[in-house]
């Protein structure tokens, strides 16, 4: 059973870092795309960032060049480093899972999401 365990979110202050885990369990992580999702209230479902089944990387415009997207395989865990964090990256993060070869931008792709973690950026 594919199952996905987001940890690492918190209440951080403005120019602050986060590390967001995803933990993944009952698939190999190298057979799959993993992206990071985020979704404000009363927005829309947002792209962050994904490491795609051959390794390429891709980030959304409003994170590029603050958060960076690793993967362990040994711990089958995909990190999400946040840093330079500003009150608007304040979200529920999710992580997903996605056997394309052609690594979605679109969260509508992605068959499997954990149950997500606040990031609340905040002084």
């Known amino acids: 059973q594919v199952q996905l365990v987001e940890s690492g979110g918190g209440l951080v202050q403005p120019g602050g870092s986060l590390r967001l885990s995803c933990t993944a369990s009952?698939?190999?992580?190298?057979?799959?795309?993993i992206g990071w999702f985020r979704q404000a209230p009363g927005k829309e479902r947002e792209g962050v960032a994904r490491?795609?089944?051959?390794?390429?990387?891709y980030y959304g415009d409003s994170v590029k060049g603050r958060f960076t997207i690793s993967r362990d395989n040994a711990k089958s865990t995909v990190y999400l480093q946040m840093n330079s964090l500003k009150p608007e990256d304040t979200a529920v993060y999710y992580c997903?899972?996605?056997?394309?070869?052609?690594?979605?931008?679109?969260?509508?792709?992605?068959?499997?999401w954990g149950q997500g973690t606040q990031v609340t950026v905040s002084s």
């Open positions: 997903a899972a996605d056997r394309a070869f052609n690594c979605p931008a679109q969260g509508i792709y992605y068959d499997h």
């Open positions: 009952g698939f190999n992580l190298r057979d799959y795309t």
């Open positions: 490491f795609c089944r051959l390794g390429t990387t």
